[in-house]
């Protein structure tokens, strides 16, 4: 028997706003908050193939650099459009090195924390 990976916890600075940004980017819902936290997942809730995300209130000095960092492939649209749905919302590019030949976009939601925006996955 094996594991399921069900949550991703981060730490932010606003969970409420950092909740609203990532269910607009997933196309998921707020599925439980409250003082200090809330969680998105998607609309049927908890238990689904996919993790929701729980954001908690920190005051931690954030790192310069994230060790980790989200991946998003568009599901309905191509990568441009996705692109400029995702800047339309609040997210903002990043520079953490690349050279420009990339295939995907880095960027930053509304706290600065990088995700990438690759190309739409195809499924075989």
Same mark, same amino acid.
């Given at each position: 028997?094996?594991?399921?990976f069900?949550?991703?916890?981060?730490k932010?600075?606003?969970?409420?706003?950092?909740?609203?940004?990532?269910?607009?980017?997933?196309?998921?819902?707020v599925?439980?908050?409250?003082?200090?936290?809330?969680e998105?997942?998607?609309?049927?809730?908890?238990?689904?193939?996919?993790?929701? &995300?729980?954001?908690?209130?920190?005051?931690?000095p954030?790192?310069?650099r994230?060790?980790?960092?989200?991946? &998003?492939?568009?599901?309905?649209?191509?990568?441009?459009?996705?692109?400029?749905r995702?800047?339309?919302?609040?997210?903002?590019?990043?520079?953490?090195?690349?050279t420009?030949?990339?295939?995907w976009?880095?960027?930053?939601?509304?706290?600065?924390?990088?995700f990438?925006?690759l190309?739409?996955?195809?499924a075989s």
């Amino acid at each position: 028997m094996a594991s399921r990976f069900s949550e991703l916890v981060i730490k932010c600075e606003d969970p409420q706003r950092l909740a609203e940004f990532w269910a607009e980017v997933l196309g998921f819902t707020v599925i439980d908050s409250g003082e200090g936290y809330a969680e998105v997942g998607p609309a049927e809730g908890f238990g689904g193939l996919q993790p929701t &995300l729980f954001f908690v209130v920190s005051t931690d000095p954030r790192p310069e650099r994230l060790r980790l960092h989200i991946d &998003l492939n568009p599901t309905d649209r191509d990568q441009d459009a996705e692109l400029e749905r995702l800047l339309s919302i609040g997210a903002r590019p990043a520079d953490v090195g690349q050279t420009g030949e990339e295939s995907w976009h880095v960027l930053q939601d509304p706290e600065g924390n990088e995700f990438c925006l690759l190309k739409p996955r195809v499924a075989s």
